[in-house]
Each structure stands twice: as structure tokens, then as C-alpha cells.
């Protein structure tokens, strides 16, 4: 029977223990990762703040460390980019813009551009998202920064059963194991982009997905 011991044991799901743990397990170490869940990382906006990884009494030296959670990702399939030192104006869930250190690659294109026109996709039922307001707000900013971009919004439907609540993890669910849905979410998709830029939808396409999924996703779209 194999015997339950490690040298290091990492408490905690977070950003800080995912990249502990990696960072442990390169050494060759026999690592235990406990959790009560995904952590906070997994769960959270999707990207990372310079303040996120730093605070007053952290060393400036994170080169090494950020280096070794782009390489994670990146062994993961989804990419993170950007650097510590450098900010990125990404729009966030409540309509303002957020400025981010680091992000995933399929995200960092969201970044508002002169005069694009970008599309926020809703989808009917859907707990916690709030298209309309989202892009009412990304709007007003917009107006206030000069910035010459646009956002609309557009909501989409699916006839099969989501589950109550309809929320972002089951539909990412739905996503991740079935063909079937991703075909139709794909089909709703290009129903309403034709004629913008680029569009934002919420945290649904899926838990396990790729960056290369995801690609193949955004060419299907178009």
C-alpha cells in the first residue's frame, strides 16, 4: 500500500498555492496540493493584477516565478501573457475597464481599440451577467476617455435545458462534454457578430477547454 507521505504539503488553491506547489514539484519534491475546491484562481476574473502578485513587502524579483506560471499555463493549453511591469485595459463584468497585468491569451484581444465595435453576448436566463448594464457603463467610459470605440449588446438562446439556476459553470459544462451544444452555441454566435469587430461573451466555454478550442471557435465564428 502506498504510503501517504510527501516533503511538501501546499494548503490552498489560489494563485499563490497552484504556483507554489509547480514550483516545488520542478525541484522534484513529492507535493500534496490541498483544497476545499478550484481555488480562487480558477474561480476568479480571469486574469491577474500587478497588486494581485505583489504587496509592499514582496520582493521586486518575481521574474522567476512569473516565468515558471507562464510556462504552467502554457503546458496547460491556455496561455496567460503580458508582464508584471505593464498594465492592460481589459473590460470587466460590471462595465468598467480594469487595467491587468496578466491574462489569458483569448482574453487580451478584448482590450479596447480606436474605433472598434465590440458586441457583449447575453445569454437568456443566465444568472449574474447583465449585458444591457455592462454595456451601458462601458460606454459611459468610453465617452469620458475619448477612446472612439463602441459596444452593443446582443442575447442569445438555447432550446435544451440548462439546469436552475443557469449559471456560467453549467453551461461551461454543457461546453466541455458536449458536441452537440458547442455547435449550437457556435451557430448562435454567428447569428448575432456579423458586422463587429470582436465579441465578449461571459466565463462559459467550458472548464477544460484549450487555447486551441477556443481558436477553432473564434474561426468558426468568424
Known sequence: MESNHYDVVVVGAGFSGLLAAAASAQQGDKVALVATGPGS?????GWLKAQD??????????GGAIGLFREMTRIAGYPFVGQIQNTHSLPGILGDFQSVALAPEVLWNAT??????TLVVGIRGL????????VERLNEQVLATNSGCKYTARQISFDRDLGIPVTTVRIAKCFDRDPGFRAE?????QQVASGFDSILVPGVLGLTSTAQQILELEQQVG
Open 53 to 62: 502578485i505583489m504587496d509592499s513587502s514582496a520582493p521586486m524579483e518575481l
Open 41 to 45: 484562481f480558477v474561480l476568479g476574473t
Open 185 to 189: 452555441l457556435t451557430d448562435a454566435l
Open 127 to 134: 444568472t449574474c451577467f447583465d449585458e444591457n448594464f455592462m
Open 112 to 117: 479596447p481599440r480606436e474605433g472598434a465595435s
